[in-house]
């Protein structure tokens, strides 16, 4: 019985090859929750059947020396050895697992982990990357205590400040520390992929959304250093400062350890002088650097890993006492998290809203995080050093997230992911990205959002089914994110990509056989080392046989703890820079070819943004991703879908007139 409901909800709800909708009407809902919903109906649990087999959190046995008084509540329903059984599996939100209890077998769906950071002590076990500092030294050359303002979770008492325990019985320390103002301002930089845009919401998300702050002059760019000009002494008035500063970094560029340390520079200069100013260093270059972070830069408050986001709350109350930290231990991902960095337990309603609140970044897109991390380990790439291993996220979590987002007038997700095609393979069982692109596209209501797009897949693992998924669902966009890197075998087996430039083109093939009209997109990399001009014209040969509608070009840089980056036969900079130049020129060719062929064309345009260059004009994109200006009163059309013929192709975007019903 426990197989044949597993098969069932693997499938949405209807038995295997069975294709009408009459089947699978039964366990249709508004929220996409097909388990609780067979929960309700097959299962023979007296105890959690009318709550949908909702159970609630469960303690694991092994990391609680005294029986645990909560899974007392569920000896009824849950034996202590099938709890065991449940944790042994090492378990993550969205598995479903099969355990065997008193009265048979149990389906059992994890829906989070609720995680504790640390304990008491001024230090983690030994070998792990997490550190507290709760003593800290006066600063070299000033003689100043670094100090934090207080930061004060919404909905707890503003007057009461918890002493840090780990402080010396210094009255002047002491004294220092707990006069300080509440946080009320933050900063944020952020720089490098979507990935990391796409953090900065959930961090602004904590901020304001937990900690009730106020965004300062917040900055969006690809180059750190523009940081140090935001807060120049102007002749006229002088610029405020924040009480946090969080730089969110990327390190898949040379020289960006540097930049990063360049445009920390003000700022560690003004905690050196007394002021009250917590300073966060998050994103890969953080989580590269760890602790060394803070032996460099002493006035740093948070070292932050992208996996410690949803924590941020709970971390920064503990820097407004006194606190210095390092959180960049890999672990387990959680939708929330929910307790305390210090707090030996929190409460935990069942039907608490765990998700780390969001700040978007626009109001008719939205990125939606779908698998973190990587397992690949190209020879040239530091991701999977920075973002750890893949863990995928519950479908039902995912479409939760989506729904939210449809409910607040979006209009099109992006589903992100350094290795997309990669998703459901950690899970268990086992699910793909072709599954989760159906059940989107199947349960997102109607007139709501109407664009999913997604980015990126890796040609090693790109699937024909989520071919036909774009060339098929309503709501998929036709777009494809494929980057290739190079053209030459030889290459592409340094680089460890494990595909070839025959298996590449077989794959564009079949996206052109079925979706024809679809845009494909890619990523290139010139003068990787040993790359003869033989091979490098090998890059030039797949460029022409694709033609790509849009392309990112790269020039290799070695990376920190990448195989390539010791390599000896590297490539000469200006030979590398004359390859780029090629590459560029050729792709801006191939560009202006793939827009051409919209000129005369009525297309659909989802209307995002006023033309920063013209007031008169308004902005959107086609399916398949290409920017449309054409006049029009953004207040009247942003977030609508207008009917765009197309007169002007330009190489990255087209100009038109809208077409009135």
Known sequence: MADLVM???????????????????????????????????????????????????VDNPSNNREKSDLNDVYADILSSEAIEDLFSRRVKGGDVIKVEGKEGWHLIRVDDLFIKLMGDTDTTADGSKNRINKVRPKLKGSGQIPLSPVFQKIGTDTDIIDSNDGIDNDDEQSKMIYSVPNAKHYQILTSGCQMNVADSERIMGVLEGELGLKALDSINTADPTLITTSNKKS??????????????????????????????????AMKRAGKPLAIVLAGCVAQQEGEALLRRFPEIDLVLGPQYIPWLGELLVEVGKGSQLCMT????????????????DSSREKDGDWMTPIKRGHSVRAWVNVIYGCNEHCTYCVVPSVRGVEQSRSMEAILQECLQLAASGYKEVTLLGQNIDAYGRDMIPKRTFADLLHYLNDNLPPNTISRIRYVTSHPRYFSERVIDAVANLDKVCECFHMPFQAGDDEVLRGMRRGYTFDSYMKIIQKIRAKAPDASICGDVIVGFPGETEEAFQRTLDLMEEVKFDNLNTFAYSPRPNTEAANWENQIPPEVQSERLQRVQALAAKHALERSERYVGKVIEVLVEDRNPKNGGEVMGRTRQGRQVFFEGDIDELKGELVNVEITEARTWSLVGGSIQD
């Open 7 to 57: 098969n069932l909800y693997l499938n949405g709800g209807k038995s295997e090859g069975d294709d009408n909708d009459a089947a699978q009407s039964s366990y249709e809902r508004t929220d996409g929750d097909v388990f609780s919903r067979l929960a309700t109906d097959v299962s023979t649990c007296p105890f959690t059947r009318e709550d949908s087999g909702e159970i609630g959190w």
């Open 235 to 268: 002749k006229n008035k002088k610029k405020p400062t924040p009480d946090i500063l969080l730089l969110n970094t990327c390190t898949i560029r040379d020289h960006a350890e540097q930049k990063v340390y360049d445009a920390l520079g003000p700022y560690t």
């Open 329 to 344: 231990e890999s672990m387990i991902w959680s939708e929330k998290g929910g307790i305390g960095a210090i707090d030996k």
